[in-house]
């Protein structure tokens, strides 16, 4: 497949671009402390903070893998959002963010620290900063790969320029360059892809036509005639629908478990709204997220079914992989080049660049914080001047985009080192939420218990992948090295039930081993910490309907009903 | 100094609106070009929503300094 660019789209790219250095270029001059730098001096209002925890989440993954989805598994991919990210950002507003935002915690990692203990801290410190560069390092490769495949450019030279404009505008803004670049993204995402999914739909004959043409998508793979287009009425049991999972398994495992895990525990996009202006910006960050949330499976899932149903009726819309079956993460390039003409193409293929980029800075920017002040500061060179550690940051910027690119180019010579990595992470991820869960609302649970409880939920996670399989997977990185004792009937639902084992055992070990062992931390130590010990969060000058409870309630509702319209 | 947001948004997407707006009347009836997009000249038809945007963004963007 190839994607012919015009001037005009030229043009528009390199437009974005300036803007994008542009702002790197003014904020420069607001990099004072260390503090600016990394942590935006919280001084951003919750509008800004709102989209930009969004938009760090709207990387390749998100746009590239959601339509993959869409195609693969219909509108069921929605449960990602309404029941797994929704729901979590809500949480995470109303009872998370007091104490990230209220304590002196700088970073996820710190507020471990200061809640348990300093290995507690270093495990998640040194796990997450890890991951960062190497989910950075992925992101280059795969864009770069696209650059290939699309226009023809070359691999190498796409990597370094666009390595060189993130370092460029991270180098000179820090985490407020980046928040500012993400926002931009995401009105680009936007107005780049509602044009596409207007055109597509249309093609396709409306909703109801979709409906209908989803049919033979589903009856040939052996599924009930609307498993394409109902979200739950197929969820009853795991071999009703493609994603294999049944709706127990699908809403612990990615509902509490996996999005819980990430929007509430990732510092990537906690970050972002710990850098807002107050604590009522910052509580209100998620929320504001949430709601353009709520309706981006329109943009990015909506256009994988529709892709699915012109294929199914005689349509070459998804271009063949090299094993000859359909390449889903070519769904959005293929839809952008079949319907976009010159001009809009441009404004799409801008907005396709940069999710890469931003995914790639968001990763950057979490990545030199942990670096700094979680790592360097912690355990290397303590009390050192803060223009010391604003230079350190500055360093950590350079050498994580070095690290990024030195990652990229590992993945595209050793394709398995990225998946096994990938794997490892998942393995540390999963138990993540069980350890802040007990943290936040238990003030008995100690150093100890938060510590053995991730290892064990850490090893029980990498232990059950090897005991689990997926039918007509190869045995390995896939899973089942040890045994195949658990069948599944897709990656996606032993992904979650690893999930459920992973944070079920570092639950237990983590209450066991906390009773077990006696508290080193204070009642008074632990204030603003822990929510019994901590003062409600007086509901600042702001009305009832202002109030994150009620926000947050709205939100759930309208979720609710959108998950009852799709049923 | 407190950097406004909304005034760096407004330009670029007014200015990516009158772009392809622009580049939309200069096309506009053009088959060849228009075809993919269900012959709709959807660079006139979205320019002009995008340069709406920007100019709400840059309004909004006026009127937040007015206020300090």
Redesign the interface.
């Known amino acids: 497949m190839h994607i012919k660019l015009g001037v005009?789209d030229y043009?528009?790219l390199i437009?974005?671009f300036v803007?994008v250095l542009?702002?790197g270029w003014?904020?420069k001059r607001?990099m004072k402390a260390s503090t600016d730098f990394l942590l935006s001096g919280r001084s951003i209002p919750a509008w800004?903070t709102g989209l930009a925890f969004l938009s760090a989440n709207l990387g390749a993954q998100e746009v590239i893998g959601m339509a993959a989805s869409g195609a693969k598994y219909g509108i069921m991919t929605s449960h990602f959002y309404w029941v797994g990210a929704i729901p979590a950002m809500v949480f995470l507003a109303i009872f998370m963010m007091p104490f990230y935002y209220g304590s002196k915690a700088r970073s996820v990692p710190e507020y471990l620290k200061l809640r348990f203990d300093e290995k507690t801290r270093g495990f998640n410190a040194i796990s997450f900063a890890v991951m960062t560069v190497f989910s950075s390092g992925i992101s280059l490769h795969a864009l770069a790969k696209l650059l290939e495949l699309l226009l023809g450019w070359n691999y190498t030279m796409s990597i370094l320029i666009s390595a060189f404009i993130v370092l460029v505008y991270i180098f000179l803004g820090g985490l407020t360059s980046a928040i500012?670049n993400e926002?931009?993204q995401f009105?680009m995402i936007v107005?780049g892809f509602a044009?596409l999914v207007f055109?597509a739909l249309?093609?396709v004959g409306g909703w109801s036509a979709l409906k209908v043409k989803l049919i033979p998508v589903a009856t040939s793979q052996g599924f009930a005639p609307g498993t394409w287009s109902e979200s739950w009425a197929h969820m009853g049991a795991y071999n009703q629908n493609p994603m294999g999972a049944d709706w127990f398994t699908m809403v612990a495992g990615l509902g509490f478990v996996l999005s819980f895990g990430y929007w509430c525990t990732d510092f990537l996009v906690v970050q972002r709204a710990m850098a807002a202006n107050s604590m009522s910006a910052a509580r209100r960050t998620p929320l504001i997220a949430a709601v353009p949330k709520m309706l981006f499976p329109a943009l990015v899932i909506l256009p994988g079914m529709i892709a699915i149903a012109l294929q199914q009726a005689g349509g070459a819309i998804i271009p063949l992989g090299a094993d000859g079956t359909p390449d889903f993460n070519m769904t959005i390039p293929a839809l952008l080049s079949?319907?976009?003409?010159?001009?809009?193409l441009g404004?799409g293929f801008t907005a396709l660049m940069a999710s890469f980029m931003s995914g790639m800075a968001g990763n950057v920017t979490a990545f030199n914080t942990v670096w700094t002040y979680d790592i360097y500061q912690s355990y290397i060179a303590p009390k050192k001047t803060d223009n010391h550690y604003l230079w350190m940051g500055r360093i950590a910027t350079v050498a994580g985009i070095i690290i990024s690119i030195g990652c990229a180019f590992l993945a595209s010579k050793f394709n398995n080192i990225m998946d096994m990595l990938q794997l490892v992470f998942g393995f540390v991820n999963a138990p993540l939420f069980a350890t802040f869960l007990l943290g936040m609302f238990w003030k008995r649970a100690t150093g100890h218990g938060a510590f053995f409880g991730l290892l064990g939920g850490t090893a029980s996670a990498a232990l059950f992948h090897g005991l689990a399989h997926t039918k007509g997977a190869e045995v390995g990185i896939k899973g089942a090295w040890l045994a195949q004792k658990f069948i599944f009937n897709s990656e996606m639902a032993q992904n979650f039930t690893m999930a459920i084992v992973a944070w079920t055992t570092c639950f237990v070990l983590t209450l066991l081993i906390s009773l077990a062992t006696a508290r080193t931390k204070t009642d008074a130590e632990l204030t603003g910490l822990v929510y019994s010990l901590t003062p409600k969060p007086k509901a600042e000058d702001e009305p009832w309907y202002q109030q994150p409870v009620t926000l947050g309630i709205i939100i759930l509702v309208l979720t609710l009903i959108l998950n009852l319209i799709f049923w | 100094?407190n950097?406004d947001?909304r005034f760096?948004?407004g330009i670029?997407?007014s200015?990516?609106g009158l772009?392809?707006s622009g580049?939309?009347l200069f096309t506009n009836g053009d088959q060849a070009?228009?075809e993919?997009?269900?012959n709709?000249n959807?660079?006139l038809g979205?320019?002009l929503?995008?340069l709406a945007?920007g100019v709400a963004m840059l309004l909004l963007s006026r009127r937040g300094r007015k206020g300090e």
Do not use: Q
């Open positions: 005009l043009l528009i437009v974005y803007f542009g702002i003014i904020l607001r800004v500012y926002v931009l009105f107005l044009p055109l249309k093609d079949k319907y976009l003409p010159t001009g809009l404004i | 100094m950097f947001l760096p948004i670029m997407f200015f990516y772009l392809l580049y939309g070009l228009y993919r997009s269900l709709i959807i660079n979205w320019g929503v995008m945007f």
